[in-house]
């Protein structure tokens, strides 16, 4: 069994078409399936999935310097701080995609490996972030002067 080498070069870009075709391929021709690692019979249980879980949170714990809340509690504490605001759902959770890094602005995207422009479409002058967007672009702080927040 062989890659299809012109068709896996025609539909991705060179650097990712290189990976894919290091990829190596089964000897013995079986179909692929799901495998999950947490269990030795590869199947998924809830109980193995809760395990991997809370070592998780132990490796973040014990890796963070101590007097200071790891990632996972400052992420609880800012989704708390964001969902008892009072505004509509769909806001919060724009605000929480934001606090995440997971807003698709271009710099988002250019980490992503997409073909696009990191600079602020709208200013030109910094990276677009989604602070960049919503704090400190120069048309965004225009936006604040004229709202009522006043930011
Ligand atoms: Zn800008």
Redesign the pocket.
């Given at each position: 069994m062989v890659w299809k080498r012109t068709v896996i070069e025609e539909a991705f870009i060179q650097r990712d078409a290189e990976q894919i075709l290091s990829i190596p391929l089964s000897a013995t021709g079986l179909s692929d399936k799901r495998i999950w690692r947490g269990t030795t019979t590869g199947q998924f249980s809830v109980k193995s999935g809760y395990v991997i879980a809370k070592e998780m949170v132990q490796n973040r714990r014990t890796t963070c310097s101590s007097g200071q809340a790891s990632g996972l509690e400052e992420d609880a504490d800012m989704w708390k701080r964001i969902w008892q605001m009072r505004a509509p759902a769909k806001i919060k959770m724009f605000l929480w995609r934001c606090l995440h890094n997971i807003v698709p602005v271009n710099r988002v995207l250019t980490q992503r490996q997409l073909p696009v422009d990191p600079i602020?479409p709208?200013?030109g002058?910094?990276e677009?972030t989604p602070s960049?967007m919503l704090l400190s672009?120069?048309?965004a702080s225009k936006v604040w002067v004229l709202s009522p927040f006043r930011l």
């Open positions: 602020c709208l200013c002058l910094e677009e960049h672009c120069a048309r």
